[in-house]
C-alpha cells in the first residue's frame, strides 16, 4: 500500500524523465532510497557516508555499504 505510492504518483512524471537512460538513474536512485527506508536508514547521511568511501572501499568487502549492513556497522562503531 504505502510503500507503492510514491511509484503511483510519480509514475506520470516519469515520462519526462529525459531519456531512457535518464529513467535508469531514477529508478536506481528511487531503488536506494527504499532500501534505505526498509532499514531505516536516513537517506541522506547513508548516500553522504557512502558516497565518499565508495571509491577507496575494497570490492571484496561491497556488501558492508548495502544500507542495513552499513546501519549495522555504523551502531556497532557507536556512529549511530
Same mark, same amino acid.
Given at each position: ?18 531519456s $531512457?537512460?535518464?529513467?535508469?538513474? @531514477?529508478?536506481?536512485?528511487y531503488?536506494? &532510497?527504499?532500501?534505505?527506508r526498509? +532499514? ?6 547513508y548516500?553522504? $557516508?557512502v558516497?565518499v568511501k565508495? @571509491?577507496?572501499?575494497?570490492?571484496s568487502? &561491497?556488501?558492508?555499504?548495502?544500507? +542495513? ?5 555504523r551502531?556497532a562503531?557507536?556512529?549511530?
Amino acid at each position: 500500500g504505502r510503500a507503492i505510492r510514491p511509484v503511483a504518483v510519480g509514475r506520470r512524471n516519469w515520462q519526462f524523465a529525459g531519456s $531512457d537512460r535518464g529513467g535508469e538513474a @531514477a529508478a536506481i536512485c528511487y531503488s536506494i &532510497i527504499g532500501s534505505c527506508r526498509s +532499514a531505516a536508514v536516513d537517506p541522506f547521511d547513508y548516500l553522504a $557516508d557512502v558516497l565518499v568511501k565508495v @571509491a577507496t572501499h575494497p570490492a571484496s568487502k &561491497i556488501a558492508d555499504l548495502v544500507p +542495513a549492513r552499513w546501519a549495522e556497522l555504523r551502531a556497532a562503531a557507536g556512529d549511530a
